[in-house]
């Protein structure tokens, strides 16, 4: 890409001037693929920033599952670590305990951390109810670049058996007000799921089909071996469903 796209596409950004005089459908690629990059958060994982072609998207939502150990919180740490380098604010929905020990350990130095921990707010709802008004709550944060709910369907799992139209009323909500979320406040979403065997013995994010629809990318995670993973693209609007790449867990994070 030539130079003097990169300077016009900054341009327009840095001057929000949308009014674009667009001659040639070359131009036109160039630019849309240019400006995705540019509004996508890395990770700091090459494979993985790889995978997602340059990393989570803006105004949509990513999910991510896998079996326990699989990397689910990892990743949510590491995407939240990178939005916050960013300066800009995260809301970490964390139904499971997250560590925050775990965060401390993938910052560069304690001076990052502790900047990076001032902009992460977090919430630890009890229950499916509460999950939703924190949710709720979590859209008000202005500065706002990042949604993390790790994991999403643990409540909702455990409501099921007592509440079954009450807790897919209530998933599908959650799942909706993200979405719109994601769109008109122009920020990322991010969910964890929990997942289950099916009769043909995959492994499937435990989840309502109602809500498919809303998500837009969705990567399957993996163990492989000690350290090791495999994220496989299962849904994605730029890249082919299967592709898969490896990548580590380490003290500093995902490499």
């Given at each position: 890409m030539s130079l003097q796209l990169r300077s016009y596409v900054k341009h327009v950004i840095l001057k929000k001037d949308y009014n674009l005089?667009?001659?040639h459908k070359h131009f036109y690629s160039d630019f849309y693929c240019l400006t995705m990059k540019m509004s996508q958060l890395k990770l700091g994982c090459l494979p993985l920033d790889d995978l997602l072609n340059g990393?989570?998207?803006k105004q949509i939502i990513t999910e991510i599952y896998g079996e326990a150990g699989s990397g689910k919180t990892n990743?949510?740490?590491q995407a939240a670590r990178e939005c916050?380098?960013?300066d800009k604010k995260v809301a970490y929905i964390d139904s499971e305990g997250v560590s925050i020990e775990r965060l401390h350990q993938i910052c560069k130095s304690e001076s990052d951390y502790k900047k990076i921990l001032n902009d992460i707010l977090f919430f630890s709802p009890t229950s499916l109810d509460k999950q939703e008004k924190m949710i709720a709550e979590a859209l008000k944060i202005k500065n706002l670049g990042l949604i993390v709910v790790d994991t999403i369907n643990l409540f909702y799992r455990i409501n099921l058996e007592d509440d079954l139209e009450g807790a897919m009323r209530s998933f599908v909500r959650q799942v909706a007000n993200l979405q719109i979320a994601a769109?008109?406040?122009n920020i990322r979403v991010l969910l964890a799921e929990q997942v289950y065997t099916d009769?043909?013995?995959d492994i499937k994010p435990f989840t309502n089909r109602d809500t498919e629809h809303m998500i837009k990318t969705i990567i399957k995670l993996e163990k492989t071996g000690t350290g090791e993973r495999k994220a496989t693209i299962i849904k994605h609007r730029s890249?082919?469903?299967g592709k898969n790449?490896?990548?580590k867990i380490t003290k500093n994070g995902l490499e």
């Open positions: 005089d667009i001659r990393g989570i998207e990743f949510c740490l916050a380098s960013n769109r008109e406040k009769k043909n013995g890249q082919p469903e790449t490896l990548f």
